[in-house]
């Protein structure tokens, strides 16, 4: 059964980090591309940063270039989001999602995604 979980959200001042970890089970992590998505209230979910296979690459949205890392660790299966500088517009929920379909890089498209897990609350106080 696949399953992702996201957790290590949580409540920060701004200006403050927070690395978020998503462990994966039910697949082979170092075969399938990983993103992260966050979803503020109100607000439409959006892509943050995801990490390919084909091409190793890491795309990042431009809200978030210069301050957040996106990471995988094939052995833990786990993929991590360092976050830092965050600010007020970075509080959202925060989702992992896996791409099985292959493909060469990745992208911050929530259609490419087909498991999710059930996301980590974020709060940047300013």
């Known amino acids: 059964q696949v399953q992702l979980v996201e957790s290590g959200g949580g409540l920060v001042q701004s200006g403050e980090s927070l690395r978020l970890s998503c462990v994966v089970s039910?697949?082979?992590?170092?075969?399938?591309?990983i993103g992260w998505f966050r979803q503020a209230p109100g607000n439409e979910r959006e892509g943050v940063s995801c990490?390919?296979?084909?091409?190793?690459?890491?795309h990042y949205a431009e809200s978030v270039k210069g301050r957040f890392t996106i990471s995988r660790d094939n052995a833990k299966n786990t993929v991590y989001l360092q976050m830092n500088s965050l600010n007020s517009e970075d509080t959202a929920v925060y989702f992992c999602?896996?791409?099985?379909?292959?493909?060469?890089?990745?992208?911050?498209?929530?259609?490419?995604?087909?498991?999710w897990g059930q996301g980590t609350q974020v709060t940047v106080s300013s």
């Open positions: 039910g697949f082979t992590l170092d075969r399938y591309a």
């Open positions: 999602a896996a791409d099985f379909q292959f493909r060469r890089s990745c992208a911050l498209t929530r259609q490419d995604y087909g498991a």
């Open positions: 990490s390919a296979i084909g091409d190793r690459s890491t």
